[in-house]
T-cell receptor, first 112, second 112 residues
Framework: DTEVTQTPKHLVMGMTNKKSLKCEQH?????MYWYKQKAKKPPELMFV???????INESVPSRFSPECPNSSLLNLHLHALQPEDSALYLCASSQDWGQVKFFGPGTRLTVL | AQSVTQPDIHITVSEGASLELRCNYSYGATPYLFWYVQSPGQGLQLLLKYFSGDTLVQGIKGFEAEFKRSQSSFNLRKPSVHWSDAAEYFC??????????FGTGTRLQVFP
């Protein structure tokens, strides 16, 4: 299995909702990442997990809460989001720190 | 400061024509360089990477890129473009910090 999967593909939520994004890889990669991409912009790093521990948080608001339950799975819990948080959320993984990153197809999030 | 510049926001070529997408970087240490392609609403697919060694690297889909340290460039080329190559192309630089810095992207349009 050589891919990163993300669910759901699309998500629409209100500002009071709680939802979660899920990312999975079965390549044995030990580093996993969340990126946010606004329309016509490059991806921006949000979080990095290395060996299931949070190693980088790019000053992301606390309404975004990452979780890495095991080495194959990465979640992003969402609560009290704002309309400006609407974006494509990309998950990526790499074999180890600093190595090539493989991206999933993304979750298109719309906050109403 | 670490940065990536893609001077061309939008490029249009005819199918069968050659292509060169420009990328310049600024990075304090030895750079790891990447080209990714993104189709609308999709994730990023790795086209090729440069870590060290031969400065001309071959990638998937017939793409190649040349690392020129003296010019701080990593331009992407393809000898004959296909209509399916129409997409957004991102150049990125990384290194031992595990933060991938993306350029702003070049949108490629292909006319039949």
């Amino acid at each position: 299995d050589t891919e990163v999967t993300q669910t759901p593909k699309h998500l629409v939520m209100g500002m009071t909702n709680k939802k979660s994004l899920k990312c999975e890889q079965h390549m044995g990669h030990r580093a996993m990442y969340w990126y946010k991409q606004k329309a016509k912009k490059p991806p921006e790093l949000m979080f990095v997990y290395s060996y299931e521990k949070l190693s980088i948080n790019e000053s992301v608001p606390s309404r975004f809460s990452p979780e890495c339950p095991n080495s194959s799975l990465l979640n992003l819990h969402l609560h009290a989001l704002q309309p400006e948080d609407s974006a494509l959320y990309l998950c990526a993984s790499s074999q180890d720190w600093g190595q090539v990153k493989f991206f999933g197809p993304g979750t298109r999030l719309t906050v109403l | 400061a670490q940065s990536v510049t893609q001077p061309d926001i939008h490029i249009t070529v005819s199918e069968g024509a050659s292509l060169e997408l420009r990328c310049n970087y600024s990075y304090g240490a030895t750079p790891y360089l990447f080209w990714y392609v993104q189709s609308p609403g999709q994730g990023l697919q790795l086209l090729l990477k440069y870590f060290s060694g031969d400065t001309l690297v071959q990638g998937i889909k017939g793409f190649e890129a040349e690392f020129k340290r003296s010019q701080s460039s990593f331009n992407l080329r393809k000898p004959s473009v296909h209509w399916s190559d129409a997409a957004e192309y991102f150049c990125a630089v990384g290194g031992n910090t595990d933060k991938l810095i993306f350029g702003t992207g070049t949108r490629l349009q292909v006319f039949p």
